[in-house]
């Protein structure tokens, strides 16, 4: 099952808070921070203007973390007043602004220039802590650069009211996104008013560390996770109802702003063991802010293929995996619906549309399936099934292309076949499918009747690359 990685480090246990004395090493401004849409990313950074006022929010407006330290240190040295500190406690008053630039080009003519102009620039270069995330490396940019570096390192933050809760590196954070706080859906509330609910009125973010300067100044620098709305290409069509797309979006927010844990897990879709549990919401797709260049759709990673027609995996539809050695395609359940459809309809307009008896792998002797498997190995080791799938890959390719017309367009059996695919449990852990085609008008070569009575014949479900039987 996959799952959220944990952090690299073992988390210190919070201890008992200590006053700070750096309250007035920051200057007095209002805190400005806000996640922004995929699309707004793409403006010149040096055209950025400070962000829109994020409110404060949490559990509760009186709601205090303690921030626990972090053991390893990084980035930069760190006065010896700073390292001393163990915890500290922060009030719910944030007054200091940070400007975050990512992606930003250290390297660049530009960049170097503006800081030999003296401009207070942090930088630094990260990736995501999850899973799959180290693949999205960026750098970004802070200013003003020499009060982020001053502010000490935290991997924890303990939230003590209303409730204790304790936030660290790694995790998936809800981050409230409105101020006053809206009434949340009723406990009868369907799943679609809650996940609407949701996505009006929380981002979610990947916490990479906490800093602060005393009790006032208390920030949590992360990853935004995005909705598939919010990105600029919007919702594709594979994305699932559940679905968030991670990216290498740094920002730097209150940490008042957090809401709440996020139950949000990683869906590695080269495992094929068909045992994942998807958490309440998951994520498969990354967006990286480095490759906008040209079209936007370049920016989102590539997702794996399934099935004969080269589509992608929708989390809402079933698809079938065929189980013959050798094969192991995933068929979309559309495809298998067209392919049985077309089957039958070339039936139907001869008049010999009637159940079908497939040689399914549940009537062969135990001396066939040993023979099938066997031959097919030997064939594999003597090179011969690079010839077989030569020509096979011809009727793969018609395969693909019937499935994609079918499923285009007005099908011409329209109104007179239809086809569905049943699950079938035989025992606690063995499971079939059956496919049945419904005969909705009589055939041209029957007599006439006054009323005609819809009939169902059992009809073969075949991988659509191999065409074995799936069961």
Sequence with gaps: MASIAPATESYPSPVTPQESETDESLPSAPMSSRKRSASEMAEDDADRKPIEKHYPRGMTARKKPVVDKEEKKKGKKRSTAHADQETIEAEATVDTTFLVECPAWPESKRYLARVARGEDLYTERVSPSLAGGSQLDIAFAVKPGSHWSDLQRFKNA??????????????????????????????DASEEEKLAFDKENLWCGVVEEFRAASQEKVYVRLFWLYWPEELPMGRQPYHGKRELVLSNHVDIIEAQSIACHADISHWDENDDSNK??????????????????????????????????????????????????????????????????????????????TDELPDTEEHKSLTQKITDTVGHMVEKGLGKSEVKDEAHSESISSSGKKAKSATAGKKP??????????KIQKSSDETIHRATV????PASNSKARPSYVPQDWSVELNCLRCHQALN
């Design 276 to 353: 994942t549990v998807l958490s309440e919401r998951f994520w498969r797709q990354t967006y990286d802010l480095t490759k906008r260049s040209g079209s936007s759709h370049n920016a989102l990673s590539k997702l794996r293929k399934f099935c004969v027609c080269g589509g992608y995996d929708t989390p809402e539809l079933d698809m079938y995996q065929c189980h013959k050695v050798g094969c192991g395609m995933w068929n979309h359940h559309a495809c298998l619906i067209a392919d049985v459809e077309e089957r039958a309809w070339e039936k139907f307009k001869k008049g010999q549309l």
């Design 413 to 422: 059996w329209s109104g007179k076949l239809a086809a569905t695919i049943t």
């Design 158 to 187: 303990k939230f003590k009211d209303p409730v204790e809760v304790i936030y660290s590196a790694g995790h998936i954070v809800y981050v409230n996104r409105n101020f006053p706080v809206p009434a949340a859906p009723s406990a």
């Design 438 to 441: 419904t005969q909705l008008v």
